[in-house]
């Protein structure tokens, strides 16, 4: 059964839940790297493995969701929210374009009463640097539709409109009701994340999509999650890349669970690499694997290293201290035996810097 | 899964491997330079799993560095401090007791005593602090004093190696350490640690303790300044003084961290020539029993991993460890042993608490 299905893989077949279950189930950790690795390299011969240069900016903390797998938050009632003002976002952005970068991951917190305007005027404000702005994933849309009464659609493209030029796959976690339920009843449902998207990939805008594994979920529901996602990419193609991660526990609701090892990381990365055959891009996560981790992900069907992430909050909140430098990041791809390469967000690549 | 080894060009040592035919140094030269660090590691996990089967080894130890005071200074090192220094630090047999006492609820198995080459603490302190450690806590395995500091110990003495070492013993010792090792090659030496004890006169305390009865651990400090050559004739001279006396326990590949060392502009070693550094030893050491994943250099994470790429062993719950700590390591100070059951479960394996001479304390 096994080797059939790993022939089947090798083929460039599609392979279907029950079997990438039993490829979880049975496959041993070379032959998911192999099988990832065979399919990597079919995707990208290229010698390289690229990044993006871009810091996160968390407009605001402050959030009403209160998910249990979350750090970062503060709810409206605390003390210390803060939201930034155009000052701090204008510092952020200039020291992001000195450094080379060519982006900014905006994302924040559902705070309970900004207007949609507030927003629009936030992207203009960014736009006026001339970067390109990845903001606003699927939980923040659909915040922001119900507060206006906009829908969806019309949410996106007045963000467009105002500077949007992608959304990023946040708030995914697992897209699968039961999941959601017990861990974020108050975020996006399943289907609405995957609304977005869709809507979103119909105006011509590109997307990532992420996957937050590791906390109660069943290995039925992240496949269930990672089907959902190839569906979708079936009917829009709008997905630039997958981004799985394992959830961080501490200082969240659920700090009592253990945090998912090294090999349960490289096992769902290449799982995912295997079973999404339509998405281009598989990006390591080094921010919580750590930069010797995310060069062995290279040898488990990652093709890309993410991002540099000049600052990054949401993570660090969850007390996991990986910092990479981009000269860091260069050499640890360099010493997988790869060129690294700058790239923007739809994987074009920028021309190396002296 | 055979057909991803073939591929990578490896077929015919995957055939050798499987039947049990030693390897060449040129073999080893090619696992080196194999990218293919899968089937690297598919080859290790053959022999591995030949020698120890699902098993992964920790033990519950203590370390107890008893001073930094050192004449060596290699360039390597970042815990050496000369005397006088305000760095420079010595524990008096007072210090030494109070360290094992704060531990005595712990279910400790073993005490790993390492030290400089300090310039005048003179012989008798080495064998009262075996003593003493043995007054505090009768039973205690101590793995002390590496084959460097045991070469110093018999020039102390006068009394030669064998009586040196017959009277560590007596005093306590339980076996020695794989420190000091380095890479032998004499232009390693002669480039980053002059003053220390050659490569041969490393092996020749190695094989004498192992003629006495005292079973002895190795190492290789990978990732500085070595050829994949040196490291390969470093392992075949291992590998000979193993086939001599069968006295080596385990094997573990050392990766060099550059902060604060004399070699700071050198990097880290990275994450795959950790794994290759596992993966080759565990294929090239056919004698040797275990091969360690020391998590205190590599991190938790990459050692869960080596227990899938050769490694057998990932060392313990280790307390206090100051030489890889001064060098800015950046693990943890300590894992619990439900972490480390967690982890070694998680790649697959059964956990195994052992002794130093891999008895079985516990299977979990």
């Known amino acids: 059964m096994l080797e059939l299905i790993s022939e089947k893989i090798l083929t460039g077949e599609r392979i279907s839940v029950v079997e990438g279950l039993r490829l979880a189930e049975q496959g041993d950790l070379y032959r998911l790297g ?221 700090a009592h669970l253990p945090t998912a090892t090294a090999v349960e990381y490289l096992r769902m990365l290449a799982l995912s690499r295997i079973f999404l055959d339509n998405i281009a891009n598989i990006q390591a996560s080094w921010v919580t694997q750590g930069g010797k981790i995310a060069q062995l992900a290279l040898f488990f069907g990652a093709n890309d290293f993410g991002s540099t992430m000049i600052e990054e909050n949401v993570v660090a909140a969850a007390g996991v201290g990986f910092r990479l430098s981009e000269r860091e990041i260069r050499q640890l791809v360099e010493e997988a035996g790869y060129q690294p390469r700058q790239r923007r967000m739809d994987y074009s690549l920028v021309e190396e810097r002296k | 899964m055979d057909m991803m080894v073939k591929q990578a060009g490896l077929g015919d040592l995957l055939d050798k491997i499987r039947a049990g035919v030693r390897l060449s140094a040129e073999d080893g030269l090619r696992l080196y330079r194999s990218p293919n660090l899968l089937a690297v590691g598919y080859l290790a996990n053959i022999v591995r799993e030949r020698l120890n089967g699902n098993r992964a080894y920790f033990i519950y130890n203590q370390h107890l560095n008893y001073s930094n005071i050192c004449t060596n200074l290699c360039k390597f090192c970042a815990f050496g401090k000369e005397k006088g220094s305000s760095q420079a630090y010595e524990m008096d047999l007072a210090q030494v007791r109070a360290k094992v006492r704060e531990r005595l609820s712990e279910p400790i198995s073993e005490i790993h005593v390492v030290g400089g080459i300090h310039p005048d603490l003179p012989y008798s302190y080495y064998l009262d602090m075996l003593k003493a450690i043995h007054d505090e806590r009768p039973g205690l395995h101590i793995q002390g004093f590496t084959c460097v500091e045991i070469a110093h110990l018999a020039e102390l003495s006068g ?180 972490q480390l059951l967690r982890m070694i479960r998680q790649a697959g394996r059964e956990p195994i608490e052992r002794d130093t001479l891999y008895n079985v304390i516990q299977a979990y």
């Open chain 1, 34 to 254: 192999f099988l990832a690795g065979a399919i990597k390299q079919r995707l990208h011969p290229e010698p390289w493995i690229t990044y993006v240069v871009d810091r996160n900016i968390n407009y605001t903390d402050i959030c009403v969701s209160a998910c249990k797998f979350c750090a970062f938050f503060k709810a409206p009632e605390a003390v210390g929210g803060y939201v930034l003002t155009n000052e701090e976002l204008a510092k952020k952005i200039e020291e992001t374009l000195e450094l080379g970068g060519t982006q900014i991951l905006l994302q924040g917190g559902l705070h309970p009463d900004l207007p949609l305007e507030y927003y629009e005027e936030m992207l203009r404000f960014i736009k006026s640097f001339d970067i390109h702005i990845h903001g606003f994933s699927p939980p923040e849309v659909c915040h922001f539709a119900k507060l206006s009464g906009f829908s969806v659609a019309e949410v996106i493209s007045r963000l467009r409109a105002a500077g949007l030029d992608s959304i990023p796959g946040g708030g995914a976690e697992i897209l699968s009701e039961r999941v959601r339920s017990e861990t974020a009843p108050r975020k996006c449902s399943a289907d609405e994340w995957l609304g977005v998207m869709c809507a979103a990939h119909a105006q011509g805008m590109r997307t990532t999509a992420t996957m937050m594994f590791g906390h109660i979920e069943t290995m039925a529901e992240c496949f269930e999650h990672l089907e959902r996602v190839r569906n979708l990419q079936d009917e829009t193609g709008g997905f630039t890349a997958f981004i799985p991660w394992p959830f961080q526990p501490a200082n969240t609701v659920l």
């Open chain 2, 159 to 338: 009394k030669g190696l064998v009586a040196t070492l017959q009277e560590l013993v007596a005093a306590g010792l339980g076996s020695i350490p794989g420190g000091g090792a380095e890479v032998f090659s004499p232009r390693i030496r002669q480039l980053t640690c002059e003053k220390k004890l050659s490569g041969e006169g490393w092996l020749n305390v190695a094989k004498t303790a192992h003629r006495l009865g005292l079973r002895s651990n190795a190492t290789m400090l990978y990732g500085h300044i070595e050829t994949l050559e040196e490291r390969i004739e470093h392992l075949a001279a291992l590998r000979a003084a193993q086939d001599e006396t069968g006295g080596f326990l385990t094997f573990i590949p050392l990766a060099f961290h550059p902060k604060n060392t004399a070699l700071s502009d050198l990097s880290k070693s990275s994450g795959i020539d950790d794994l290759k550094n596992i993966a080759v030893a565990r294929c090239f050491l056919d004698n040797f029993p275990h091969i360690k994943a020391y998590w205190v250099m590599i991190g938790p994470k990459l050692a869960q991993v080596a227990l899938s790429f050769g490694a057998d062993d990932i060392d313990g719950t280790v307390k206090e460890e100051l030489i890889t700590q001064m060098a800015g390591g950046e693990s943890e100070q300590a894992l619990t042993r439900e």
